[in-house]
């Protein structure tokens, strides 16, 4: 995992978003297919590269697990409003980059 860490903001409602523009995203991911902005009730938000065949599960633990060793409620793959919201079931299923945008991959655990 590198250093960038991005702005995190928490909603009143619990929710957590990551403050990296859309430029960071692109000028961070885009040099490797395989990297990612994870963000969100984890430990260690930022840019994580991705080994081939991974599950969301790998992933998050990639990035420290989930904060105070809580249970998984779901992540957002993309940039809102796109993407598409991964449920609990798909925890364990080796994460399909065909959710993300070209340029732009970015996980939101929630």
């Excluded at 364990?92 to 939101?108: C, G, S, T, V, W």
């Amino acid at each position: 995992m590198t250093n960038t860490k991005p702005t995190m903001l928490h909603s009143d409602r619990g929710s957590v978003f990551s403050v990296f523009s859309e430029e960071e995203l692109k000028n961070m991911t885009n040099n490797s297919k395989r990297k990612v902005a994870i963000c969100g009730r984890i430990n260690n938000s930022g840019i994580v590269e991705v080994p081939e065949g991974a599950t969301l599960a790998e992933i998050i633990e990639l990035a420290g697990g989930i904060l105070d060793k809580k249970d998984f409620k779901g992540a957002h793959v993309g940039v809102p409003p796109y993407g598409r919201f991964l449920s609990k079931e798909e925890l364990n299923k080796e994460l399909d980059f065909d959710l993300f945008d070209n340029y732009i991959r970015a996980i939101n655990v929630l």
